[in-house]
């Protein structure tokens, strides 16, 4: 049956029907409204049978929402009678679970059920299992990886040393932090929303050209500075700081961290270094700390930038996009 039109009214309008659905729609949300509204109504002096034919409700349902409000208050409108169903697994079976999971942390779902039917006589599947391990307060997560040979002690000092450095700072001064990075130019599939029906694909490209780049950002101001070379090595590394001091013309002194690459270290770096009136100063992150090395991070938001679907054939377009996700990520 086909709802009436209003006077003045001549558009065909929706089934009555379809539109008498979504107002018994059984959702908390939706429930916990027609409830407030029935409330409201019967203040507004309205009789029971006059609410239920307005909320499309039977009027022994208002009467019952009504005697439940007077008797429970506010706190009756959100509750919907649901319980949930009890744990098959008893308290200290629930702990000998987590004790389990904490001591070998299983990889899968299926070993986790198969512990708990050979240990409880209980058989879960996948997806009661999930929820199961979340109450419990455990996560499906990957191990972090830590190098291998971390020193506590040299990073405490050289943290130390980094905020004293800050703090006696003058206003003639800046600090930034320098590394290099080899990005590779070459089509990466990537997960991605698209009509159910298409196909997504992408073309390969022809090879995996890379790029070295050295490049350095100070913190304080966000600003980035970057060179793309051939090699990264010793000349490099003199050309990126020459760089930088163009980029200080007023500063008196310029302190740049850098990891422990080889290169860094060289002598034709020392001796560049040495020259009468050199205003850059070398400081070096402790061996295996890139955690240290904000820059490291600068080049992670680069590669998520930087969307991998499209294919740029063009290697300086490749290039140019590099460098703007590169300054958008130092701001």
């Known amino acids: 049956m086909a709802v009436a039109s209003p006077r003045g009214c001549s558009a065909a309008g929706p089934r009555r029907e379809d539109l008498i659905a979504p107002v018994r729609d059984g959702k908390a949300e939706t429930r916990l409204t027609r409830r407030a509204n029935a409330l409201l109504l019967l203040d507004d002096g309205m009789s029971c049978v006059a609410v239920a034919k307005v909320l499309y409700l039977d009027d022994d349902t208002i009467r019952y929402w009504y005697q439940l409000y007077g008797e429970q208050g506010l706190n009756w409108l959100a509750d919907f009678g649901y319980k949930g169903r009890a744990c098959e697994l008893t308290a200290t079976q629930q702990d000998a679970l987590k004790m389990w999971v904490a001591a070998t942390l299983p990889r899968t779902t299926a070993r986790v059920g198969e512990w708990i039917e050979r240990h409880c006589g209980v058989s ?120 930088i001091v163009l980029m200080y013309p007023g500063k008196r002194l310029i302190h740049v961290f850098l990891d422990n690459a080889r290169y860094h270290h060289a002598r034709l770096v020392q001796e560049w270094l040495a020259r009468p009136g050199c205003r850059i100063r070398l400081h070096f992150i402790p061996s295996y700390c890139p955690h240290l090395d904000p820059i490291e991070r600068l080049w992670g938001v680069d590669a998520q930038e930087r969307h991998p679907q499209p294919v740029l054939r063009d290697l300086q377009r490749f290039l140019l996009l590099l460098r703007v996700s590169v300054e958008i990520g130092g701001q």
């Open 124 to 243: 879960y599947t996948r997806s009661a299992l999930v929820k199961l391990l979340a109450r419990l307060d455990l996560e499906y997560r990957k191990p972090t990886m830590l190098p291998r040979k971390l020193d506590p002690v040299k990073q405490r000092a050289f943290i130390a040393e980094y905020e004293n450095l800050l703090n006696s700072l003058g206003d003639d001064e800046a600090v930034l932090f320098a590394d290099a990075v080899h990005p590779t130019h070459e089509a990466r599939p990537a997960g991605c929303w698209a009509p159910k029906d298409a196909k997504v694909a992408i073309e390969q490209t022809s090879g995996r050209q890379r790029l070295n780049i050295h490049g350095a950002i100070d913190l304080e101001s966000g600003a980035t500075r970057m060179i793309d070379v051939a090699t990264v090595d010793a000349l490099s590394t003199i050309a990126l700081l020459m760089a």
